[in-house]
């Protein structure tokens, strides 16, 4: 692969404990040694065909090969993910696995180098921050019985994405990635560091990363301006570990990462009819809609090896987010009584003729004069903080014929989101929104939630003969509280509600592998699910069983796995939130009752060039899924996407059918590869039969090229063309209205490696 090099062994996390990269040689230098190395070793100490359950790892190789800063178009190289896309650019990502839901991801669990990332994971899952994928050198998915290892959320899986480590070797070295593009588009990425003898047989590691990417943004605004991104995201680390060779091998590091994005983004989207004229158009309504983030993570993280067999990696982490979203929320009514939903104004425009005009707001067709007050903008100002504190204890020994690994994790960790909102209103006079009446700080919403959690986790890989077994169980209590100031207390100083809950809940899970030789593996596994109800919420636990089984070949040129996967909701959850549409109280959780998901999932790669000895290299892939999600029982909500549910009604933002093509051609100094991408269409509410046109989320066919130059050891060019056929499909109907997927947009540059 010319001066690309591999991204070596990753490490998958255990339930309350952290794992990450870890850079194994092949030269076997047993000496070296990876702070954060633990658990399922995939590709450094244990074969990934003998893993329990379903687990799947791309490398940094696989990363840069199209060099996607969207995870959506990362994670479409993985089999059982499901992605609502919503903006175009993966600045707010909905992720789902195995059909567990996926607003905000906030039914998955998702890490960066095995520390829980999401602002509070607990107290509120909904994430609206992501780690930048430019950064990002691997990522891991866990599924099945593997998913207990994480935690909180167990049902779907778990994702855990690696960043830069501090590069390994004998001398300091750097990357520079430039790139520029379409729509205004532009990535800058550079890394330096190293590891540098510090005498007395300690060595010195230190890494400065920065990143800036921007884009003026591929929608219309009918108003002008832009309404792209602008994102800066800074890592730096330090770390002490000790030289190759000693008694009592060591390491400490601690990483520092600061990012700030701000992006012209809304909620609001297009009736189906504007949508059909013109998918990128955008509103007036929208125009003084922005969001803006602030993240900073802490992270210290050390390792001792007592011996060749027991080792403990304790990880001390504290995360700050603060986002402030400032976007249209509602229209005045006919009446002058009360205010529409914008998701209710798209949805029927003709009932809403007047909203709708205001929305739209286009001095040329008709002098659109509102009367002052007529939008209402909400200032979405939240806190969050998480912190906490987990390690994990190794041991390897052997009883009788049977070896044992065993790993046993606790972690203490406490979160908090922290609500003080309120409402401006605007009048749209002739195009342009003027502010009428500013809202007083805290008077839209003003509350506290908070949690407390330990969780202890044990599993022990046992391996006999040809079987692998592994055995776990997770314990999480969880202390819920919210406090709630009111409106009309925007000080805090006057009585407040509280409301406290404790849930407490064992998680089992179980996995077995048969090798049968040393092509062929079969596998199966089960585990218990669960989703935390939130604080204030009096709604049950979400709850199911999971079973999965499949089968794994790889031999030569070919390798090949395919899973069977059900899962058996005792109590599906869902929560409002303003992204699943709104129309209902923001912060209520509904119970969907007994739901079953099953799907296949399969994946096959082949070495075309090493079958019949090609000199060019010819990688070829696939990655297919097929799901079904029922409700199982009749009820009736204000929850939008279920609304009311009758037995055998689909569940909605499932596609039937996921399919990923891969293909490369692999000189001594050129790469070129092409992706092609197929997703099925899906309802956007939960129904059955003809899925009607304003529910309707389209299939899709997308095709993605990459091509790569050495121009000499150290420099490549780079080029990418994402959607290559431009494809037009509408992505969801969710937070309001239709929302167009990207256009082609093709970007170009360089990288540097010294």
């Known amino acids: 692969m010319g001066w690309r090099g591999g991204a070596g062994a990753l490490a998958l996390m255990m339930g309350a404990a952290a794992v990450g990269s870890a850079h194994a040689q092949e030269s076997g230098d047993e000496a070296e040694f990876a702070s954060l190395e633990r658990i399922i070793i995939v590709t450094a100490q244990r074969d990934v065909a003998d893993v329990g359950g379903s687990v799947q790892y791309l490398d940094e190789e696989a990363l840069e090969t199209f060099s996607h800063s969207d995870v959506n178009r990362i994670l479409r190289q993985t089999p059982g993910v499901y992605l609502q896309e919503e903006e175009g650019l993966g600045l707010r990502p909905n992720i789902g696995i195995r059909g567990s839901g996926n607003d905000r991801n906030s039914r998955i669990t998702v890490m960066e180098d095995g520390v829980l990332i999401g602002p509070a994971p607990y107290a509120a899952p909904a994430a609206y921050y992501f780690p930048r994928m430019a950064r990002i050198t691997g990522v891991e998915l866990a599924k099945g019985p593997a998913a207990i290892m994480y935690g909180p959320l167990t049902t779907g899986g778990a994702l855990n994405l690696f960043s830069t480590p501090i590069p390994d070797g004998e001398d300091a070295n750097a990357r520079i990635d430039l790139f520029g593009g379409e729509y205004g588009s532009f990535r800058g990425h550079a890394v330096g560091g190293g590891w540098f003898d510090a005498g007395n047989n300690l060595q010195l590691g230190a890494m400065v990363e920065v990143l800036r990417e921007s884009s003026d943004g591929f929608k219309e605004l009918d108003s002008g ?240 003969g040809d079987w692998t077994f592994v055995p776990g169980v997770r314990y999480e209590t969880i202390d819920l509280t919210q406090t709630n100031y009111g409106t009309a207390n925007p000080t805090r100083t006057g009585p407040a509600t509280l409301s406290e809950r404790n849930v407490d809940i064992w998680i089992p899970g179980v996995a077995a592998t048969y090798r049968i030789n040393d092509a062929w593996r079969v596998f199966a596994g089960v585990h218990r699910g669960f989703s935390s109800p939130a604080p204030g919420s009096s709604v049950d636990p979400e709850t199911s069983w999971n079973y999965e089984a499949g089968l ?11 899973t069977a996967f059900f899962s058996d909701y005792e109590n599906l959850v869902g929560t409002c939130t303003a992204s699943t549409g709104g129309g209902c109280t923001i912060g209520d959780q509904f119970e969907g009752g007994e739901v079953d998901i099953y799907g296949v999932e399969a994946m096959a790669s082949y070495d075309a060039s090493a079958a019949f000895g090609w000199s060019i290299g010819v990688p070829l892939s696939l990655v297919y899924t097929y799901s079904h999600g029922e409700f199982q029982t009749n009820f009736a909500s204000s929850f939008g996407p279920w609304g009311t549910v009758t037995a055998g009604d689909e569940l909605p933002y499932l596609p039937e059918h996921q399919l990923t093509l891969n293909a490369g051609l692999e000189g001594e100094r050129w790469r070129a590869n092409l992706s092609l991408n197929y997703v099925s269409e899906a309802r956007a509410a939960a129904g059955q039969g003809a899925i009607p046109a304003g529910e309707l989320v389209d299939d899709r066919v997308l095709v993605d090229l990459a091509g790569e130059f050495d121009l000499t050891e150290n420099a490549a060019l780079f080029a990418t063309a994402t959607n290559l056929t431009e494809e037009t499909y509408n992505v969801a109907f969710a937070p309001a209205g239709a929302r167009p997927g990207a256009p082609r947009i093709v970007m170009g540059g360089l990288k540097l490696r010294f």
Do not use: C
């Not at 794994?552 to 395919?562: N, S, V």
């Open 225 to 464: 301006g832009d309404t792209g991104f602008e994102i800066d995201d800074v890592v730096l680390r330090f770390g002490l570990r000790t030289a190759p060779g000693a008694a009592l091998p060591q390491s400490l590091e601690f990483k520092l990462q600061h990012s700030e994005e701000t992006s012209d983004e809304t909620y609001l989207g297009l009736t189906l009819a504007d949508f059909n004229a013109n998918r990128f158009r955008r509103y007036r309504g929208s125009q003084v809609d922005v969001m803006n983030v602030e993240h900073d993570t802490y992270q210290l993280t050390h390792r001792i090896d007592f011996a060749p067999n027991i080792d403990l990696t304790t990880i001390a982490y504290r995360t700050d987010t603060s986002r402030v979203w400032y976007k249209l929320n509602d229209v005045r009514n006919n009446a002058n009584t009360g205010w529409v939903g914008i998701s209710a104004v798209l949805d029927d425009p003709a009932t809403f003729a007047t909203q709708y005009a205001i929305l739209v707001g286009d001095p040329l067709a008709t002098p659109v004069i509102s009367a002052p007050g007529d939008l209402r903008v909400r200032n979405n100002n939240r806190v969050y903080y998480a912190e906490g504190i987990q390690s994990v204890l190794g041991l390897e020994f052997d009883t009788g014929p049977l070896s044992h690994d065993l790993q046993l994790s606790a972690r203490y960790h406490r979160d908090e989101e922290d609500r003080f909102q309120q409402d401006d209103r605007f009048a749209m006079v002739n195009g342009a929104m003027v502010l009428a009446t500013p809202g007083a700080p805290g008077s839209q919403d003003n509350r506290v939630g908070e949690a407390e959690a330990w969780a202890l986790f044990a599993r022990d890989t046992v391996e006999w």
């Open 552 to 562: 794994r070949f790889g031999a030569d040129a070919l390798a090949f796995e395919a």
